[in-house]
């Protein structure tokens, strides 16, 4: 069973709704080691060895967040920042994370539809994470595209807990190996069939 590491980030976690519902489900799971990284750096002095370890034992990386203003919390960016070393993650011999699976699972409160040319955001998901996209690219990961929660403000505890499910289905398929060739040409998971079977 492949090993998942969940970097969760979120500034006001004791007020989120469809974050709580979503953590609540998945973050005792079985095989999944889930980083709280506000809990965990609230002065935001990030232990860079102690998050090598953790990435090193672990096959597949989620960065799980609210979209803020388009990309992630900053908490997130330290970490990429400061833990993704030249040498290590990327550059000459830095090829610890070589193989490795990367993806985003991301709320936002604007719907999918308004993601897109003619919509009030005028970029897709897809293109507001390629920053993410090419870091894993350069350290040598697969990424795989997102896996996301849209719409949040408007969106019922019912349907939140349904999207629980889902993203619980889908660390059960990633766990047992869901690879990017098994994804097709889906710009997210949550439409693959294997999910929605
Ligand atoms: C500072 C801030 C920036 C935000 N930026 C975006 C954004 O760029 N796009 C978007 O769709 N929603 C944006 N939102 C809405 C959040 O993504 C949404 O409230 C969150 O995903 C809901 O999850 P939660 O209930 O766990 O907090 C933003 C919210 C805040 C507070």
Known sequence: MKKILILFSHPKFEKSRANSILVDKIKDKEGVTFCDLYERYPDFNIDVEAEKELLT????????????????????????????????????????????????????????????????NSFSVTEFLR??????????????PPFTIMGTHKIEDKELHDYADKY??????????????????????????????
């Not at 920053?131 to 795989?144: D, I, K, S, V």
Request: charged share 15%; with cysteine.
């Open 57 to 120: 034992a672990h096959d597949i990386i989620i960065w799980h967040h609210p979209f803020y203003w388009y990309s992630c919390p900053p908490l997130m960016k330290q970490w990429i920042d400061m833990v993704l070393e030249f040498g290590w993650a990327y550059g000459p011999n830095g090829n610890a994370l070589n193989t490795k699976k990367c993806l985003n699972v991301i709320t936002t409160g604007g719907t999918r539809a308004l993601y897109c040319e003619k919509g009030t």
């Open 131 to 144: 920053p993410f996209e090419q870091t894993a690219n350069l350290c040598g990961m697969r990424y795989l």
């Open 168 to 197: 619980d289905k889908l660390i059960g398929l990633l766990q047992q190996g869901l690879k990017l060739a098994d994804v097709g040409n889906f710009s997210f998971l949550n439409d693959i069939p294997q999910l929605n079977t």
